[in-house]
């Protein structure tokens, strides 16, 4: 893989914190001005607004037009949903309740005078056929590799072999993002685009914001489905360098995807790796926490996270700059 140009899926829900509602009791209410106007004069929403909304596993959530997300405590729905329907006196609800009510509907996730909307989400899907055909894909791809392995390590010997890496790498990471459209699509429409990893590294990403409201399982397979496209592509080159030695080329090739797959799948980046140990071991808002954490000086789990990351970002962006220079001849 070059360092141009890697490719991932992206999701914006977890930039949102959760929305907690302590309790009602003994929180008292405010009092009828703070209820009904902000601070710069906007009415506010106290009955009769509208949201959409769902549940997914034991995670509620709410979305707005932009296509955000945000997570919900479960306490807080019933108490929503009265205020949303008039089937409670806003005098009645207790402060916290009102202030989260503002707080979502500054944020688009609430609508005067809309309905409200409850999503079903889809069924989950039997994962492990899919996990064992991967895994066998890998093994198969790993022992063929493993066949040629010191024709594979080395330079690709050619300038011709140089310039060819550029269009393979522009092919195969629109492939990988196929893998993800073609898997998220039966669900909603994700969205691919430039954008920026970690907040640095450019990047072709495939938006999925929507698998937010899917099963866990389906949140896992579209996650895997661009590495998986990466390992059968891998896969057939490296049968075809074990049938044809002769073409060096097809060996540098091999490398370049291994690379690729070892960038996609690191947690360390926010793509496709990151996203599935946050649906495999269920760490939402991992990275929002990791860095709170490190900045409020917290010696956690998250916070030593949040550290990797901004070691792994800082030597990548000097690791691709040292190769850059190489490839134009200033070292």
């Not at 895997?224 to 080329?249: N, Q, R, W, Y």
Request: hydrophobic share 45%; net charge negative; glycine share 10%.
């Amino acid at each position: 893989m070059t360092d141009e140009m890697p490719s991932e899926t992206a999701r914006d829900a977890e930039t949102d914190p959760r929305t907690r509602v302590p309790g009602e009791s003994g929180s008292g209410s405010e009092n009828e001005n703070d209820r009904e106007s902000s601070a710069d004069g906007r009415p506010r929403l106290r009955r009769d607004f509208g949201f959409t909304w769902g549940e997914t596993g034991e995670t509620i959530w709410l979305r707005n037009d932009d296509g955000d997300y945000k997570r919900i405590e479960p306490a807080f729905l019933d108490p929503l949903l009265a205020l949303a329907r008039g089937e409670r006196d806003p005098e009645t609800a207790g402060r916290d309740v009102l202030r989260a009510v503002d707080l979502l509907a500054d944020e688009g996730y609430l609508e005067a005078g809309g309905e409200v909307t409850r999503y079903e989400p889809p069924s989950d899907i039997r994962l492990w056929p899919r996990l064992a055909v991967l895994g066998a894909a890998t093994v198969a791809m790993c022992a063929l590799i493993a066949t040629r392995w010191s024709a594979i390590w080395r330079p690709p010997g050619s300038v011709t072999g140089t310039v060819l890496i550029g269009p393979f790498f522009i092919v195969v990471t629109l492939l990988h993002e196929l893998g993800h459209y073609v898997a998220s699509r039966p669900y909603f429409t994700p969205r691919i685009r430039l954008d920026r990893l970690n907040g640095v590294i450019p990047a072709v990403v495939t938006r999925t914001n929507d698998a937010w409201r899917c099963p866990r399982t389906v949140r896992i397979w579209i996650s895997l489905a661009g590495p998986a496209v990466d390992v059968a592509i891998t896969l057939g080159l490296a049968a075809a360098f074990v049938s044809s030695p002769e073409h060096g080329l097809l060996g540098t090739l091999i490398l370049v995807q291994l690379f690729r797959l070892l960038f996609v799948l690191n947690p360390l980046v926010e793509g496709d790796g990151y996203w599935l140990f946050v649906d495999v071991f269920e760490t939402h808002n991992l990275r929002p926490h990791a860095f709170r954490d490190l900045r409020r000086g917290r010696p956690t789990a998250p916070a030593a996270f949040a550290v990797s990351i901004v070691a792994f970002t800082g030597g990548f962006v000097l690791a691709s700059g040292y190769f850059l220079l190489q490839v134009v001849g200033l070292v």
